[in-house]
């Protein structure tokens, strides 16, 4: 299944002019651990997915919310010629096709 099946919100947003913020929360723990524990969801997969360094994925899981927060770099920085997504309000649609298996 995709991620935008098992997630109840995704969403993306700039986490400064150099970063993007994708959050996933959950409406139960089960689906929150079956994400967190796929073998598809780890930072080199989510790097192939929006062509950067897999060194530079950080997935932060909040338990208690149900949610799990991946930061990375923008490929091109906010409001720098070229950005089609001054806020990072798209970005979303790669991580969320994800198959979690």
Same mark, same amino acid.
């Given at each position: ?13 700039? /986490? #400064? ?5 994708? !959050? ?6 089960? @689906?929150?651990?079956?994400?967190? $524990? ?8 989510? /790097? #192939? ?5 897999? !060194? ?6 909040? @338990?208690?919310?149900?949610?799990? $927060? ?32």
């Amino acid at each position: 299944m995709r991620l935008y099946d098992i997630a109840k919100i995704v969403r993306s947003k700039n /986490a #400064g002019p150099f970063n993007l913020t994708v !959050d996933l929360i959950f409406e139960d723990a089960k @689906k929150y651990e079956t994400v967190l $524990k796929a073998a598809s969801f780890n930072p080199f997969a989510i /790097a #192939g997915l929006y062509g950067v360094d897999a !060194d530079d994925v950080r997935i932060y899981p909040f @338990k208690r919310i149900l949610a799990i $927060k991946v930061t990375m770099p923008r490929p091109i920085s906010s409001g720098a010629p070229g950005d089609t997504d001054v806020y990072g309000s798209q970005q979303h649609f790669p991580l969320a096709e994800m198959e979690i298996v």
